[in-house]
């Protein structure tokens, strides 16, 4: 509880007393950081060059002139997404130690990944504490510890992107589960069409790769939250490759069209629920 409330304080893009909030209003000037902090963002850095960009924290600007910072939604001008666009790219932030600092104008943002580092953190805490056995839930991020007390395995329910039902349940054991999707939180342009949060930093659009929700289940939490929200923005095809290439992940992918895909690891661990047992679920990852 301690804990969270730090971190929350450390990393609110809002919050005038935060460190990212420093980061971004420091006009070009260096700005010296907590080493959590510094390790937070040399975590999402990495992540940004592992996903090839898919993963971006300077997306804050975009993000604003998209209105979902601020609640008041709208379809930016061609010109406006160019003139923040060039405020865009993690290569262009500067991390040496805990100094950070940004070329003025630009703006970061951890909510890709701040809530999984979180959730690391505080089951860490009750490990360390003696627990054995319980769930840390921080909004789409779930760790859990061990097993129930009667010994079987947790059952997450995962939420049917399209209606908000339970579509089905996974089995999960000491493992971290992160969901990401634009479901969570979107907007109806006046154009009928719908815009969700999560953008593709290639674009400053939001992401249409075709799926309706990634689920990343792994150890860590901090890991699962940064691929659940690039695989949302990679689709598919680029997600398989990224699991070919990399070991101790497992991912459950609802596809717009209403298909599930499912990793090896995680075939006899997810069962659909009653009402959707006729969705189609294939293997992800050959
Ligand atoms: P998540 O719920 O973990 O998928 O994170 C989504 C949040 O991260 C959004 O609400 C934005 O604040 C931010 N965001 C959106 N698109 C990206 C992106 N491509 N890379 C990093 N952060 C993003
Ligand atoms: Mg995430």
Redesign the pocket.
Known sequence: EQDLKKMEALWSVTDENSEIYSINHADGMPVEVEDMTADLLQFALTMSRQTDG????T??PV?TAWG??TGSHQVPSDETLAQKMRLVGYDKVSLSGSTVTLRPGMEI?L???A??YACDIITNNLKANGVTSGIVSLG?NIQVIGKKPDGSDWQISIEHPQNGDSLGMLSAANASV?T?GAY??YFTGEDGKRYG?????ATGQP?QSGLASVTVVGQEGKLC?AL???F??MGLEKTQVYLEEHSGIEALIMTEQGEIYLTAGLKDKFTLNQPYQHIPVYALKP
């Open positions: 898919a993963l971006d924290m997306l804050y993000l979902f910072t943002d909510g890709a990944v809530k999984g789409g992160v990401s969570e939180r949060h999560i953008l593709d930093p992401a939250d659940a929200t690039a949302f923005v």
